[in-house]
Every structure is written in structure tokens, then in C-alpha cells.
């Protein structure tokens, strides 16, 4: 059974950090491109950061360049968001998501989500 359960996540400041986790369970972690996502109300939901297969291939989108950092331990089948220097506009729902491209298709997993809120 394929599972993706985030953690990490409540309310912070305005400047504060927060660090999420995301384990994976029933596939193979380390073939699967990992990202996360988030949904603000009233707002479709957004790419933030995903995290490829080899080592060094990241992307984020160009709002949290700079402050969050995405990483990943296969032999924890853990994807993090370390998320820094914090604003209120990265109040959202976030998601994790794992991605795998073959001859095949397509095949993606999504966690359940965590709030994430940044508030003073």
C-alpha cells in the first residue's frame, strides 16, 4: 500500500522556520522524483520544490529561492522542505508528491497535506 505521510508543520512567525517531512512507503523511493506542492485558500495549488532522482537536481519556484530548501534520504524514504525567513504569504496547505516517469506512463502519489501557517 502506497503511503506518503507529511509532518512538520503549524504556525510560525513571520522570519521563523519550520521543517517539513514527507516518508514514503509501498515503492521505490529512490526512482521516484519528489516535490512539494501548497494551496493557499481561495488559490490553485503550486509547485514549490521538487528534488530529482540524481543527486544535485533540484528546482523551486522563484518565490522561495533563497529561503526553503528541498532534500531527500533514500534510506529513510524522507523527502524534507526546510522552509527559513518565513512570510505570511507561505501560509498554505503543502503537499507532498512523488513522481515517476517510464515506457509505462506516468505514475504519481500525493500525501494527505500539513498547514502551514505564518502568522504573528
Known amino acids: 500500500q502506497v503511503q506518503l505521510v507529511e509532518s512538520g508543520g503549524g504556525l510560525v512567525q513571520p522570519g521563523g522556520s519550520l521543517r517539513l517531512s514527507c516518508v514514503a512507503s509501498g515503492f521505490t523511493f529512490s526512482s521516484y522524483t519528489m516535490s512539494w506542492y501548497r494551496q493557499a485558500p481561495g488559490k490553485e495549488r503550486e509547485v514549490v520544490a521538487f528534488i530529482g532522482t540524481v543527486e544535485g537536481s533540484t528546482y523551486y519556484v522563484d518565490s522561495v529561492k533563497g529561503r526553503f530548501t528541498i532534500s531527500r534520504d533514500n534510506a529513510k524514504n524522507t523527502v524534507y522542505l526546510q522552509m527559513n525567513i518565513m512570510r505570511p504569504e507561505d501560509t498554505a496547505v503543502y503537499y507532498c508528491?512523488?513522481?515517476?516517469?517510464?515506457?509505462?506512463?506516468?505514475?504519481?502519489?500525493w500525501g494527505q497535506g500539513t498547514q502551514v501557517t505564518v502568522s504573528s
Open positions: 508528491k512523488a513522481l515517476s516517469r517510464s515506457r509505462s506512463g506516468v505514475v504519481d502519489y
